[in-house]
């Protein structure tokens, strides 16, 4: 079975992958839109995509498409522990590294690092391919920013380890698929909801979960595209969307939204990769 990851090999995404579907054949891709359409048009069993980081945020672009995409859900869920390296050429040094290449988020997390040994971040696609680009550029005042692993594979060498800000630096991974992976019983599920726009609506949209007991271990708001200056809350409750508790809630939660939609139920990660 293929599963499709957004990145190259070596990337923490591929990581992600190897953690969920040990025996898969990890299918790189050049971006998250396109490991969606690999597991639409079936060419990939399953897709992993970065949900969340614990330093950066969400990764507004998965939420995006798994808020417009009416066959695929989160079936899944994987942590991986992020910690980032800087790389160079072989003999480069770290006092001469002007530039470092790296994902956009990664280059976000290690913002102090780069900051106070003043190298000048430059966004790429992906962790593992800023690597690449290292190795294919020759120059030794640029880095990449990418994991250890990420280095070996591409025979650079490590100019500084845990660059990143905050040591403990995870990332939540979201497997999407529309069938079972067979990753557990569901624990866990995620929804996204407008409300109206009465007084108390928010309240009222919230106050069914409390009330049974779900326990809402996320509410983020994000703005609506298409509709200026409206929002849309994004929530995970740990509990089943099968449960009677979460069933009856989200029936009195219809009657004070706009948009009432679940991304997924699925097994929450239980514990860093």
Same mark, same amino acid.
């Given at each position: ?30 971006? =998250?839109?396109? &490991?969606?359409? !690999? @597991?639409?048009?079936?060419?990939? *069993?399953?897709?992993?995509?970065? #949900? $969340? ?21 989160? =079936?899944?869920? &994987?942590?991986? !522990? @992020?910690?980032?390296?800087?790389? *160079?050429?072989?003999?480069?040094? #770290? $006092? ?54 990420a280095g ?31 990753l557990g ?57 099968g449960s ?30």
């Amino acid at each position: 079975m293929k599963v499709a990851y957004q990145g190259e090999p070596g990337a923490y995404s591929e990581r992600a992958v190897r953690t969920a579907f040990p025996d898969a054949e990890p299918m790189p891709c050049d971006t =998250v839109r396109i &490991v969606f359409s !690999r @597991v639409t048009s079936g060419e990939a *069993g399953f897709g992993v995509v970065p #949900l $969340e980081n614990s330093q950066a945020g969400s990764v507004n672009e998965t939420y995006d498409l798994l808020l417009h995409t009416s066959l695929l859900r989160i =079936v899944g869920e &994987v942590l991986v !522990r @992020v910690d980032h390296a800087l790389l *160079g050429l072989p003999g480069a040094r #770290l $006092e001469d590294i002007r530039r470092a290449r790296s994902h956009w988020q990664a280059l976000a997390q290690c913002e102090e690092f780069l900051s106070s040994m003043r190298i000048e971040p430059v966004p790429v696609h992906d962790t593992a391919g800023a690597a690449r680009q290292i190795v294919e550029s020759g120059s030794r005042e640029d880095a990449a920013i990418a994991s250890v692993e990420a280095g070996a594979r591409h025979g650079l060498a490590v100019l500084a380890e845990r660059i990143q800000t905050e040591k403990e630096n995870f990332t939540k991974f979201a497997v999407i698929g529309s069938s079972d992976p067979g990753l557990g019983e569901p624990d866990k599920t995620s929804l996204v909801m407008a409300v109206l726009d009465e007084p108390g609506s928010l309240l009222a949209s919230l106050q069914p979960f409390a009330e049974r007991g779900i326990n809402l271990h996320k509410l983020e708001s994000r703005p609506r595209r298409g509709a200026p200056f409206e929002y849309l809350f994004y929530v995970d409750l740990m509990a089943p969307e099968g449960s009677p508790a979460v069933s009856a809630a989200l029936e009195q939660v219809a009657r004070h939204t706009s948009l009432l939609r679940v991304l997924g139920s699925y097994r929450s990660a239980p514990g860093p990769a």
